[in-house]
């Protein structure tokens, strides 16, 4: 499939304090790719009791103007546009993006606890896009980090299309790939401490070997690439945002599978626990099968 060699970018109010704008301007400078960013004005709200049309429709317009604005000045010659919409609007960010090189929102920092409580335009979109949908925190600063690109696998063959888009992330910013792999024995309960020992030990040692093999076959790709491997063991989520926050990684490259579009709506746990924690930008690359 052709991917459109551009950028979206979906913005509220609080754009200039989430920190997707300045990441996709980062991103657009290294691929030398243009941005599209969009407003969208949610027009269910339009019949709701107080809702002032042409209020909301002169704020709007107001915000894409600011944005535009700062997309003219900054340091590049690319033609970034910033365009208002109407519509729901995680369908529409989905739909707008479909083709493009990826579609970029931010998350609101809403605290340690409050994380539970994610936006719900943010996973909505990563639900229904069927392009890459990288995730900004409120307020994250890309020249404040030194880390690596961390890209978590599970042990499925599919994870091509993640390693990719993993490598190439790392590749425009002189930074290695770490594979990460977090995995746990499932709950025996007629397992005692000694067969538990036993077995985790093999499942430790079939897991490193294996993301070696995998690493040394895409190292072998992407010589140019530095590619470490990270297998640990533990409760997925947590692992995936630990390893992240002890390398400072300045990116995490994760996979969703969408099996159809209408079970797309079932996004994977880990998933959505990772994207409801992770304090670095997160990649969700959709998997198709």
Same mark, same amino acid.
């Given at each position: 499939m052709n991917v459109?060699? +551009?950028?979206?970018? $979906?913005?509220? *109010?609080?754009?200039? &304090?989430? $920190?997707?704008?300045e990441w996709a301007l980062q991103?657009?400078?290294?691929?030398?790719?243009?941005?599209?960013?969009?407003?969208?004005?949610?027009?269910?709200?339009?019949?709701?009791?107080?809702?002032?049309?042409?209020?909301?429709?002169? !704020?709007?317009t107001e915000l894409v103007n600011d944005v535009q604005k700062f997309l003219d000045e900054s340091p590049?010659?690319?033609?970034?546009?910033?365009? /208002?919409?109407v519509g729901p609007p995680a369908r529409t960010l989905a739909e707008a993006a479909a083709g493009s090189r990826m579609l970029v929102v931010g998350r609101r920092g809403l605290g340690v606890f409050r994380r539970l409580l994610i936006g719900s335009t943010s996973e909505a979109v990563v639900i229904r896009a069927q392009v890459p949908v990288v995730v900004v925190p409120a307020h994250w600063k890309p020249t404040d980090h030194t *880390?690596?690109? /961390?890209? #978590?696998?599970?042990? #499925?063959?599919?994870?091509? !299309?993640? /390693?990719?888009?993993a490598i190439a992330a790392a590749a425009e910013r002189s930074l290695p790939v770490?594979? @990460?792999? =977090?995995?746990? @024995? %499932?709950? =025996?309960?007629?397992? &005692?401490?000694m067969n538990t020992a *036993?077995? *985790?030990a093999e499942w430790a040692e079939n897991a490193q070997r294996h993301f070696e093999n995998v690493a040394a076959e895409w190292q072998a790709k992407y010589p140019n690439t530095t590619i470490q491997? &990270?297998?640990?063991?533990?409760? !997925? +989520?947590? $692992?995936v945002v630990t390893a992240a926050e002890e390398c400072d990684a300045q990116l995490v490259v994760v996979g969703t599978r969408h099996h159809t579009r209408l079970m797309s709506v079932l996004l994977g746990s880990v998933t959505r626990? =990772?994207?409801?924690? !992770?304090?670095? %930008?997160?990649?969700?690359?959709p998997v198709q099968v």
């Open positions: 459109k060699p +551009v950028i979206h970018v $979906g913005v509220d *109010g609080s754009w200039r &304090d989430t $920190g997707a704008l991103e657009s400078l290294l691929r030398q790719e243009p941005l599209q960013v969009m407003h969208v004005i949610d027009e269910q709200g339009r019949h709701a009791p107080g809702w002032d049309p042409d209020a909301v429709d002169d !704020a709007s590049d010659a690319l033609d970034h546009e910033a365009e /208002l919409m *880390g690596p690109v /961390l890209v #978590a696998l599970d042990d #499925a063959e599919d994870n091509a !299309a993640v /390693l990719e888009f770490r594979i @990460l792999h =977090v995995w746990d @024995l %499932p709950a =025996v309960v007629s397992w &005692d401490a *036993g077995v *985790g491997v &990270d297998v640990r063991r533990g409760h !997925a +989520v947590d $692992g626990g =990772v994207l409801h924690h !992770a304090t670095c %930008p997160l990649a969700v690359v």
